[in-house]
């Protein structure tokens, strides 16, 4: 397989999935996994004035209440997603993530981008722990010198995680100034994701942090 990442990352782009998604096939150049989005997510998505293909309203009572969305990561994959069927919970996609992403290296950890896919060793957090964890304040590491205090927007999100145990973060931010909300950034230091950064568009360096949380720890027994 000689692609590299250059040819395929202007033809990839995010997923909702619930958990993780499952993997299912692969091929020399593929690995194929199985999502599922929850239809009360695909409701909040409409109601917002977007579109969702394939959808089709179930009057059905589910089985999932609103904390189902409190589940739901991104997941970068590859042009061409399968729609497979539903249930009265959710919607079920195929989609295709290359191999050549998949063994990319994160920058700053001893990981590649496969660990995002992966269940085996890792979990996500329930909708209880996140609920715990929001009651509790991060505390802050030393800054560099010159670098400003996050603000309140900031920190309100930020102690929505901890540190301990973490092994990758992902945080959105939003630009004021082009009424833009990027796609989620994902790392394993926290504050090399929040420090240091600027829009893509205008150079804009004060940015709102609109989501900020941990999607990968340690499996630790308790």
């Known amino acids: 397989m000689s692609e590299t ?34 239809r009360i997510y695909i409701r909040e998505h409409i109601a917002e004035g977007n579109v969702w293909p394939d959808y089709v309203e179930s009057f059905e009572e589910g089985t999932k209440d609103k904390s189902v969305v409190l589940g739901v990561s991104f997941f970068p994959v590859y042009t061409g997603v399968e729609y497979l069927g539903d249930d009265v919970d ?21 990981h590649t981008y496969h660990i995002l896919y992966d269940t085996k060793d890792f979990k996500l957090k329930s909708p209880e722990e ?39 973060y992902e945080v959105i931010f939003y630009c004021g100034q082009c009424d833009k909300e990027f796609d989620p950034e994902v790392g394993s230091d ?15 360096t004060n940015l709102e942090v609109r989501s900020c949380k941990s999607i990968l720890e340690e499996n630790v027994d308790e």
């Open 90 to 110: 959710f919607l079920y996609y195929k989609a295709k993530v290359p191999k050549a992403f998949l063994n990319t290296p994160i920058s700053g950890t001893p």
């Open 190 to 204: 926290l504050w090399d994701l929040l420090y240091g950064r600027s829009c893509i568009d205008c150079g804009n």
């Open 5 to 38: 990442l250059g040819d395929y990352i202007e033809s990839m782009g995010y997923i909702p999935c619930y958990k993780f998604p499952e993997e299912v096939d692969e091929d020399e150049e593929f690995m194929y996994y199985k999502f599922r989005v929850p």
């Open 130 to 168: 996140l609920a715990e964890i929001a009651a509790e304040v991060l505390s802050c590491a030393p800054l560099a010198a010159g670098e400003s205090m996050p603000n309140s927007g900031d920190l309100s999100a930020i102690r929505k995680v901890k540190e301990s145990n973490i092994l990758l």
